[in-house]
Structures are given as C-alpha cells and as structure tokens.
C-alpha cells in the first residue's frame, strides 16, 4: 500500500466498549481535523451488515469505508484494503478507524502489525480507549447498577488495560466528585495509561485530548497476556442485531417514532443487560439528514442524539442492538416493538434482519512486540 501522499498518513484508533461514545467522538474528531484543512477517511466495524454508525458519519459528509464480518483484527486485510479505497478516493492525510465494541488486543492484532508492515505508510497514534463514566463507575464497584458477567467485563477491562490513553467520555454525566473519583480509580488500576475526561457534547477536555493523538506516536510497550477462550466465551455471551426497517404511510414525527421503538424494545429486554441499542431514521426524500436515537444501558433513557425539523413521510430506520441476551430473544424484542408501529395508517416493514452472537476471535497477526 502507498502512502497517500509524499509524507506518511496519520492511523488513529478510537477504541472502546459499546456504547462508550466512539462514534460520536470519531465525528468530532473528523470535524476538527477537517477544519485544520486535512483531509480525513473514516473505516466503521462490525461483526454484522447495515450500521447506524456507518449511516450516520455519511450523512455528516464524511468518506467513510465500512468493514464487516468481523473485528479489524480477523479482518486486518479488509482494514488495509479500506484504507487503500479511501486513498484512491481523497488521498487522506488522517484515517479514523473505529473498531467493534466488544474487540480487544487491538495493539498485538492491528497496530503493531500496521507499523511492521506498513511503517512506511502510516504513523500510529496512541491507541485511545473511551469508557462511558456511568458503565465504568460500575464495573469498578464505584456504583451499584446493572452489570455485565464476568466473562463480558473480561473483554471490558482487557480493553482498558491496553490503553494508552483511557478517555472518560460524556464527563458531563457526573458531578466533580464522582469524576475525580473514577479518575482516581483507572489511574490506580491502568497506570500505563493517560487518563483524560472529556465532553464532546460541552467540549470540556476535547482539544486536549485531541492534540494527544494527533501529534503523539504510540510508543512499543509489551502487549498484555489475552486469554482467547475466555475473551471468544465473553463475545459469545452478547447477542447481536441488526435490521433494516421501512416506514411508511402518511406524515408522522421522526422523534416520537424513534422513542416508541427504542422504549418498546428496552421495556421487551427487561432483565438482559443493553450494551447498545441505536437507531438512526433518513427520509425517503431527504437530503442526507437523519434522525438518530441511542440507549447505553438497560436502566437509562435513550436519548435522541439528532433530529429532523419537519415530519416524515416516509423513510428507512437502521437499527443495531448489542445485549448480553439471546440474539433469538433480542429478534422478538425488536419484532415485536416494530410491529407496535403499525398504527393510525403507518407502515412499518423488516427489510433486513440477522441476528447472532459473535464468533470466536481468530486474529490473521498477532506481534506480542513492536
């Protein structure tokens, strides 16, 4: 692979459990780096087809490449070939490249074999790890609330535990106190790391955070001991969902829509704990513009993270589900809220739908140094 351009391209990883924020942050990122004038490619992940995240970084303009069927590090072929499509397309100074929620060892699988590989082509960033302050809080025993099992938080603290900088991100969920105490807390336990707290949504810590991972080189360190059965038993304890859902029939609000679902499918999930449940809703006769919805937890309110002005008349909903659940009672969750849309004359019809857990992990590189 050629570098696409006279000096090395820039491979940034925003790394984290589902629901940490990731693609939020990888728009903002995008965002500032475009406003410095360079150009920037982004590479989505997932085990399965049609993304939210995908859908939703392309309404906002950006080139972005989605790679499916598995984590960047059984798919790392696929990775560098959605970098080589994203040069010949616009040359990017930066890729952002955002991998699965429930992936880790990405520093022995993906970055490491980048740079012995393709060195010449790419400087490698550190390797950002975003947590979400409430689900960390949580499985440090900072706070009672629903929790993964073992073998879940397992993947959760390897991911952690890779860091080279741990991001608290939505820092504006908690008061100074609780803030510094997690701080505090992944300090003490992940002391390889630089621990920042950051707020998209205020932009409290961003341009710090930012600067990290623009200009910094990931430095080599030993990469940590996985246990790859305990990691593939913990994958395989998430159910995972995507669909594709059409509506139509007369105007209705793009947010009550988004709401109903999202409530109905959380209320028909009670008991299993909702890693993520996102949405995202584009008209029919749109110009790009979406509507999007996210729930980060089983006990919390999805909250609507973009909305459309007028109402719709018709249009196509994405949605992604990742719970520790069945993937078979997952599919009647969401079957069964979707056809709860079918009311005062609208439509609502599952185009697309797969459900499953993910297979065990089997990485194609795996360099235990740099």
Request: proline share 4%; glycine share 8%; charged share 25%.
């Amino acid at each position: 692979m050629s570098a696409p351009s006279s000096k090395r391209a820039r491979y940034i990883m925003l790394g984290g459990f589902l629901g940490a924020g990731k693609t939020t942050a990888v728009a903002a990122l995008a965002q500032h780096l475009g406003a410095a004038g360079l150009r920037v490619g982004l590479i989505t992940n997932d085990q399965g087809s049609e993304l939210v995240d995908t859908a939703m970084l392309r309404s906002k303009g950006f080139m972005t490449e989605e790679i499916t069927g598995g984590c960047f590090c059984c798919r790392f072929n696929t990775l560098t070939d959605a970098a080589r499509k994203l040069t010949d397309a616009t040359r990017p100074d930066v890729f952002i490249a955002e991998p699965v929620g429930s992936c880790t060892d990405l520093v022995a699988t993906v970055t490491y074999p980048l740079r012995r590989i393709y060195g010449d082509s790419f400087s490698i960033a550190p390797l950002s790890v975003l947590v979400d302050p409430v689900r960390a809080e949580r499985v440090l025993g900072l706070a009672e609330g629903g929790r993964f099992s073992d073998k879940v938080t397992y993947i959760y603290r390897k991911q952690l535990e890779e860091a080279d900088v741990l991001v608290i991100t939505k820092s504006e969920l908690l008061d100074p106190a609780r803030l510094e105490r997690l701080r505090v807390a992944l300090v003490r336990e992940y002391p390889n790391a630089d621990v920042s707290a950051v707020s998209v949504r205020t932009g409290a810590g961003v341009a710090e955070w930012f600067a990290k991972i623009t200009s910094g080189e990931q430095q080599p360190r030993t990469t940590m001991e996985v246990d790859y059965e305990l990691y593939a038993e913990g994958e395989a304890l998430l159910g995972w969902l995507n669909a594709t859902v059409q509506l139509s029939g007369g105007m209705f609000d793009s947010e009550t829509v988004l709401k109903s679902l999202a409530g109905g499918i959380q209320r028909r999930l009670f008991g299993a704990e909702i890693a993520h449940l996102k949405m995202t809703l584009s008209p029919d006769n749109g110009l790009g513009d979406v509507a999007a919805i996210n729930l980060v937890r089983s006990d919390f309110v999805p909250e609507l993270s973009l909305r459309l002005e007028e109402p719709v008349a018709s249009g196509q909903l994405i949605l992604n589900c990742r719970a520790e659940a069945a993937p078979e009672l997952i599919r009647d969750a969401v079957t069964a809220a979707v056809a709860a849309l079918n009311c005062d004359g609208r439509r609502a019809e599952i185009e697309h739908l797969e459900f499953f857990r993910p297979g065990k992990p089997r990485p194609t590189h795996r360099d235990s140094v740099a």
